[in-house]
Structures are given as structure tokens and as C-alpha cells.
């Protein structure tokens, strides 16, 4: 059966103190109130990356996520960070493609494929962000465009490559706006996502492969999403800032 997972992604978030409270919060409060088989991730910046690994480690439910990597292996790449650095620090998964790196950061279908196999190449598992802006929704666009993404940077890996692969489909517009996609259309888009996995991939594969709604995913709307049948679990942002809010969103499964 495929995992079912909670990923709280940071993002540029927090001082050092406060990256350690969070953590400490969530941690106690999985601890104390989560059953079950679930895998819940916390994704800091780069400089709290260990310490907030340090404090999840004797909970079996915790795993630590990086938000970015290199594509590169090591050498002269002022400013970043690699693969092999993030393992030796503790982490298990790595962000990519988030819309706001493709945005601001210019990374493109290539890039991310490199990104992807530099990733596995360390047996770290990738989480891989897809969705489509507003205006390619309103043009009734947004499966033609999701699909391409997914086709673009995750065609090239193998099954075995692919086998360590989560999805997270993040529709633009739902992103920090307060605007979630509604479970029906993140089901349709999910169970969209899955079918061409299973065109890329095998059919075991693709069935098998977490996929997670990112996008104002909150307390009050968690267990509607994690509901529909080919919702795995979510990627959140903002209500991943407050361990409450997280801690719920997790058990809304
Ligand atoms: P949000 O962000 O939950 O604040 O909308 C989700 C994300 O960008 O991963």
C-alpha cells in the first residue's frame, strides 16, 4: 500500500530558536496524539536542517525534509547545497520543483530532472511539485499543463528511479492565497497524475506512488481532501508554522 503523508514545508521561515520550538512542539505533540501508519515530514531551511533532525530522532513517525539541492554532485557551485551534504546532515527527502523555485529561481523541466537524479543517486527520496497558474485553469488547460510537467522531468527516470518518488500537485492559484482546490477537483487531478505515472511507469508503480494536495491545505479542510481516494496526504505551508494546526492536519487521516 502506498504511504500516507504529511509534509510541512517552511519555507524561508523562522530563526534558529524558533525552527528548534516548532519541531520540539510537533514532535511531543505527534508523540502524544497520532496512531497509525503515517509519515509526517518537516522541511526547514538549509541551517536548522540537523538540529531539528537531532530532535525528531527517537520518533519513527518524524522525517526530515530539505526544500531545494543541487543538481550537482560537489565543486566549485557558490551558494549550494548537494545531495550528499543533505544525507550526511539526516535527510530523507528533498523538495523539488516547488513553483516558487521554477518562479523565482528559473528552474526549468531539465534542471529538475538533474535535481531528481542527484536526489535518488543518494537514496533520497524527491518530492516532486507540480501545478498550473491561474489563467491555465480558467483556460480549462490545467491537466494538458500538469502533464507535461510530470512528463518533462519524470519520463527520463527509471521504474527503480521512480520508486522513490512522491508527487505533490500544488495548483498555483491555492498557493498562500487561502483559496483550496475543492476535494473534487483535487481528486480528479490526482487520479489524472496517476494515469500518466502509469504511462510513464508500470502499472504497480504508479499506483503505489504518494500524491499530495499543497495548497491552503488547513485544519478545516484536511479530512474532505485526505478523503478522496488518490489523496495521499499534503505538502502545507503556512498551517505548518503552527504546530496545532499541523499536529490536526495530520490527523485528519
Ligand atoms: P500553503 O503552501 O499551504 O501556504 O498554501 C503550500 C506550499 O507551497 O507547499
Not at 32 to 37: L, S
Not at 197 to 222: T, V
Request: with cysteine.
Amino acid at each position: 500500500m502506498r504511504k500516507r503523508i504529511v509534509a510541512g514545508n517552511w519555507k524561508m521561515n523562522k530563526t534558529y530558536e524558533e525552527a528548534l520550538s516548532l519541531v520540539s512542539e510537533i514532535d511531543n505533540m505527534v508523540k502524544d496524539e497520532v496512531t497509525g501508519d503515517i509519515t509526517v515530514i518537516v522541511a526547514p531551511p538549509f541551517p536548522f536542517l540537523q538540529s531539528v533532525g537531532k530532535l525528531t530522532q527517537g520518533n519513527d513517525l518524524m522525517h526530515l525534509a530539505a526544500q531545494n539541492v543541487s543538481e550537482h554532485e560537489s565543486g566549485a557551485y557558490t551558494g549550494e547545497v548537494s545531495a550528499t551534504m543533505l544525507k550526511s546532515v539526516g535527510t530523507e527527502y528533498v523538495i523539488i520543483g516547488h513553483s516558487e523555485r521554477r518562479m523565482y529561481h528559473h528552474e526549468d523541466a531539465q534542471t529538475l530532472y538533474k535535481k531528481l537524479k542527484a536526489t535518488i543517486a543518494q537514496g533520497l527520496k524527491p518530492i516532486f511539485c507540480c501545478g498550473e497558474p491561474l489563467e491555465e485553469r480558467d483556460a480549462e488547460n490545467h491537466f494538458e499543463y500538469v502533464g507535461k510537467q510530470l512528463h518533462n522531468s519524470l519520463s527520463y527516470l527509471s521504474n527503480e528511479e521512480f520508486d522513490q518518488v512522491v508527487v505533490a500537485y500544488e495548483p498555483i492559484w491555492a498557493i498562500g492565497t487561502g483559496r483550496t482546490a475543492s476535494s473534487q477537483q483535487a481528486q480528479e487531478m490526482h487520479a489524472y497524475i496517476r494515469e500518466q505515472l502509469s504511462k510513464m511507469f508500470d502499472a504497480e508503480a504508479a499506483f503505489n506512488c504518494s500524491i499530495l494536495y499543497g495548497g491552503s491545505c488547513n485544519p478545516g479542510n484536511a479530512k474532505e481532501l485526505f478523503s478522496q481516494p488518490d489523496v495521499d496526504g499534503g505538502l502545507i505551508g503556512g498551517a505548518s508554522l503552527k504546530s496545532r494546526d499541523f499536529a490536526d492536519i495530520i490527523k485528519s487521516f
